[in-house]
């Protein structure tokens, strides 16, 4: 491999890296899950994984630095949506990976 291809090759290895840490959180992976099926805000969030508010505001606001989720402003309510759909067939691919238990 030419050094030029090999230097692009490990800048997107150290990205692909990068997306891997953020994403390996169960919290932060359950919330994609929910987000994968739409927008909806941390008070939504919250009700479907029964935590609280100020861990789902945390984990999403790593999400957010990430790039990984994206924010959308109506009147008081901010509304979080997955920023690449690419993310969502990446996790489809994951739980594939992942099988169920019996």
């Not at 508010?53 to 606001?61: D, G, I, K, N, T």
Request: charged share 25%; with cysteine.
């Amino acid at each position: 491999m030419p050094d030029h291809e090999f230097q692009k090759f490990s800048a997107r290895a150290r990205e692909a890296s990068d997306l891997l840490k953020a994403l390996a959180h169960h919290t932060r992976l359950l919330i994609l899950c929910i987000l994968a099926e739409g927008e909806r805000t941390v008070g939504e969030i919250e009700d479907i994984l029964g935590i609280q508010q100020a861990m789902v505001s945390q984990q999403l606001a790593r999400l957010r630095m990430e790039g990984i989720v994206n924010t959308r402003r109506q009147g008081r309510l901010i509304y979080y949506r997955v920023e690449n759909p690419g993310t969502v067939a990446f996790l489809r691919t994951l739980f594939v990976m992942v099988p169920a238990e019996a």
